[in-house]
């Protein structure tokens, strides 16, 4: 069995929350086996405990391997109540949790992924997988200069700010994160599995970073 094979042979639970489209699905040797979506503002905790009741109730007594959870860019509160649940079930279930960027797979074609990052700014996650933050101004320069630029705004929002995407109005997925993951080498995964389970920050957090995340767990 080569490498991409043994990718496979594995149960994988992923949960994304990024954005008020949120979803989970529970992947079996490569093929989803249970899917949900749903939409909250605030209360991602009252729709996603009883997508993970769902998808644990499915894998029974089987082994789950991994916890993959959507950092972001996006809602930081959404994308803190999924590690927080990847957290406590991968504790009960000896698995590992993995944080893996929200946009991973909207990032096609060598395409920019963009949103409103209020303030006058954008987010951006270039093609290289770098995310910063530009001004309008900024933005429209790179398109000028012939950038490719997706979004996951509306298209209404975008012409209202002025901004050309050749794409809007994408939605990061759980299924997009498993394929993101699959997508990646062995020695990609394992460089991804060592850094802290964390959301992604687009501007630097207002809160003294605490020496050991709450949602880290012993291997």
């Not at 951006?124 to 001004?135: E, F, K, N, T, Y």
Request: aromatic share 6%; net charge negative.
């Amino acid at each position: 069995m080569d490498y991409r094979q043994a990718l496979h042979c594995m149960n994988i639970l992923a949960i994304e929350c990024s954005q008020p489209s949120a979803s989970l699905c529970l992947s079996s040797d490569g093929d989803i086996k249970f899917s949900t979506e749903w939409k909250a503002a605030r209360n991602h905790d009252s729709f996603l405990f009883p997508a993970l009741e769902k998808a644990l109730s499915l894998l029974a007594t089987d082994k789950l391997d991994l916890v993959l959870v959507g950092a972001g860019p996006g809602s930081y509160g959404g994308v803190r109540v999924a590690l927080a649940a990847a957290v406590g079930i991968a504790t009960v279930r000896k698995a590992r949790v993995v944080a893996i960027g929200s946009w991973d797979s909207l990032a096609t074609d060598g395409a920019a992924i963009i949103s409103d990052a209020r303030r006058g700014g954008w987010t951006i996650r270039r093609p290289d997988g770098a995310i910063s933050v530009l001004s309008t101004e900024e933005l429209h320069r790179e398109i000028e200069q012939g950038l490719l630029v997706y979004s996951i705004e509306t298209s209404d929002l975008l012409i209202n700010r002025g901004i050309s995407a050749a794409k809007s109005g994408l939605v990061p997925t759980a299924t997009g994160l498993v394929d993101s993951w699959l997508q990646l080498t062995p020695e990609q995964q394992s460089a991804l599995a060592d850094k802290p389970a964390e959301p992604i920050y687009v501007r630097p957090p207002h809160i003294t970073e605490a020496k050991r995340k709450p949602w880290e767990i012993s291997q």
